[in-house]
């Protein structure tokens, strides 16, 4: 059974700050997803990882993935208050398009 | 208009009784989704579907059943709401191909008293 773990689960910054979000998964696999959950809110895609080594960035927001690891990281630079939100990561498993997701991490950016 | 719709939004029901929640897509995906978000437990998969004659559980679907009515549509129901069922209720899309992402439905909130 696919288990996929996020750290840290609550997450409280200052703006300006970096931090880094990581997604652990137990199972091989090269197709992870990250998204966002603003409150009250659905979900949206932030990232899409389809090999290993892939690095992708939009804005202040870079997610990686290291398959051998079996690890992804969501890296925030320079956070600002509009950042605060849930992030999820998700892995699918190699032999579907099932999604795994992990618990979430809920992030608030402080003045 | 959004491509990926659920009713109701809100939706108070009684133990014992039998609700349906419904899903709508634009996007001309033939993949479709359920799953119950829980605090703290990240979403997890109810019912999936691939087409509309193929029909999977997910990790969860013990007091749920399915039907999809055609490709742009996917309901849920729950026969017999009992208050464990409490809970937020995603629907999601998905296009054929690898490393296709999913789109997700504004949510439907299901108190069961």
Known sequence: ELKVEQ??????????KNYTIYCNYSTTSDR??????DPGKSLESLFVLLSNGAVKQEGRLMASLDTKARLSTLHITAA???LSATYFC?????????????EGTQLTVNP | DADVTQTPRNRITKTGKRIMLECSQTKGHDRMYWY????????????????????????ISDG????RQAQAKFSLSLESAIPN????YF???????WGETQYFGPGTRLLVL
């Open chain 1, 32 to 37: 992870l997803y990250w998204y966002r959950q």
């Open chain 1, 80 to 82: 600002v208050h509009d």
């Open chain 1, 90 to 102: 998700a892995v699918e498993e190699t032999s579907g398009s099932r999604l795994t997701f992990g």
């Open chain 2, 85 to 88: 069922q409490t809970a937020l």
């Open chain 2, 36 to 59: 119950r978000q829980d605090p703290g437990l990240g979403l997890r998969l109810i019912y999936y579907s691939f087409d509309v004659k193929d029909i999977n559980k997910g990790e």
């Open chain 2, 64 to 67: 749920y059943s399915v039907s």
């Open chain 1, 7 to 16: 750290n840290p689960l609550f997450l409280s910054m200052q703006e300006g």
């Open chain 2, 91 to 97: 629907c999601a899309t998905s296009d054929l191909g």
